[in-house]
């Protein structure tokens, strides 16, 4: 599986991806805004894309479709409840369906409410498994619930699916927020030396070059560590009427609250 990550470098600071089988040069296309871009990747590469991949149905993710299927005759596929709200949909994917892109590659659907209702992150099938979050989780925070979302619904899906994936499992999101969102963990569990190493060492870099791990998430994510003494204490400070000891959701909901107009 060949993986090409692609920094739109717009104001909202969107990952496109183009995601190719080696074998026949078979390719899909996850939330081509930049539809430029991944149109003269895949032709720099003599792949074709046939197949695209639209995580959610915001505008910075399905803007592009309508170039990319003029130039490829590309299918679309998304959640099977976004029929009504993304243009030409050709198929309605549900949890646990597989999309196949080429001989080799075979992509899992998790169907991971939250930040929208009708939101897919796709788990390839591979020795090193690679989740292709949308706006769900992004390296270091989670998505917000602005446009027709739900944090209870976000809370159980980082519980319930993205807390048990494999650890090396590599995380590639629909924006490049690491910074302001490693800035965040360190704001609520300022002694988090694994939050400060990595703040330190990607201050500069290409933000096409980084990459964390579910297991690198759960000790420089806040809304993974839940049960940090730090971060319930630092809470407090904010939510004076906040139990000594929040449940797990309390302690996500009130990060979310935060990170709203932090």
């Not at 040069?25 to 991949?53: F, R, V």
Request: aromatic share 8%; hydrophobic share 35%.
């Amino acid at each position: 599986m060949i993986i090409k990550k692609i920094w739109t470098g717009n104001a909202y600071r969107n990952f496109n991806y183009l995601v190719a089988c080696p074998d026949n040069g078979e390719a899909l296309a996850i939330d081509p805004l930049d539809h430029k871009q991944c149109l003269n990747i895949a032709n720099e590469n003599n792949w074709k894309i046939t197949q695209i991949l639209n995580t959610h149905d915001h505008w910075d993710h399905i803007g592009g479709n309508k170039a990319i299927v003029d130039a490829t005759s590309a299918k679309i596929i998304a959640h099977a409840n976004a029929k009504d709200l993304i243009p030409d949909i050709n198929r309605g994917v549900t949890h646990g369906e597989i999309i196949k892109v080429g001989r080799s590659i075979e992509l899992e659907c998790l169907d991971t409410p939250g930040h929208t209702m009708s939101h897919i992150c796709l788990l390839s099938h591979s020795d090193i498994p690679a989740l292709f979050s949308g706006d769900t989780l992004f390296n270091a925070g989670a998505g917000n619930c602005h446009n027709g979302g739900n944090p209870q619904e976000l809370y159980k899906t980082f519980v319930d699916q993205l807390d048990r994936l494999p650890l090396n499992t590599e995380i590639f999101p629909g924006h490049d927020y690491l910074l302001n969102n490693l800035a965040f963990t360190l704001d609520r569990e300022p002694n988090n030396e694994f939050a400060k190493k990595l703040l330190h060492a990607n201050k500069d870099k290409d933000p096409t070059s980084i990459i964390t791990t579910i297991g690198e998430e759960k000790n420089i994510n806040a809304f993974f560590r839940l049960q940090s003494s730090s971060i319930i204490d630092k809470l407090r400070e904010s939510f004076k009427d906040l139990d000594s000891h929040p449940s797990p959701e309390t302690v996500f909901l009130k990060l979310r609250e935060l990170r709203n107009h932090w």
